[in-house]
């Protein structure tokens, strides 16, 4: 059973950091593009960032480039999502998910794997 859980969210104020955690099992971690999307209340779920398979392309929305860094470690089986200089408008749940032998790039159709989210609110 293949089980992708988030970590790492909660209450910050703005210009803070956070560092998400995504630990998958029950696959294989490396076969995997990866991405992190998130979901505000009343709003579409939209990507955030993207990383291949092995981590040498990493793809982000414009609204978080310069700001989050997406990373993987295949030994791990983990993907990370950390995040500086978070505005309130960052505040959203945010999703991994998994994407067999994907680029990273898609959108959230093309993931057949996803977390249960984590929380991050930003406060002003």
């Known amino acids: 059973q293949v089980q992708l859980v988030e970590s790492g969210g909660g209450l910050v104020q703005a210009g803070d950091s956070l560092r998400l955690s995504c630990i998958a099992s029950?696959?294989?971690?490396?076969?995997?593009?990866m991405g992190w999307f998130r979901q505000a209340p009343g709003k579409e779920r939209e990507f955030a960032a993207g990383?291949?398979?092995?981590?040498?392309?990493?793809y982000y929305a414009d609204s978080m480039k310069g700001r989050f860094t997406i990373s993987r470690d295949n030994a791990k089986n983990t993907m990370y999502l950390q995040m500086s200089s978070l505005k309130p408008e960052d505040t959203a749940v945010y999703y991994c998910?998994?994407?067999?032998w994907g680029s990273g790039a898609r959108g959230p159709s093309g993931y057949q794997y996803w977390g249960q989210g984590t929380q991050v609110t930003v406060s002003s």
């Open positions: 998910a998994a994407d067999h």
């Open positions: 029950g696959l294989t971690f490396r076969y995997y593009a």
């Open positions: 990383i291949s398979t092995s981590g040498s392309n990493t």
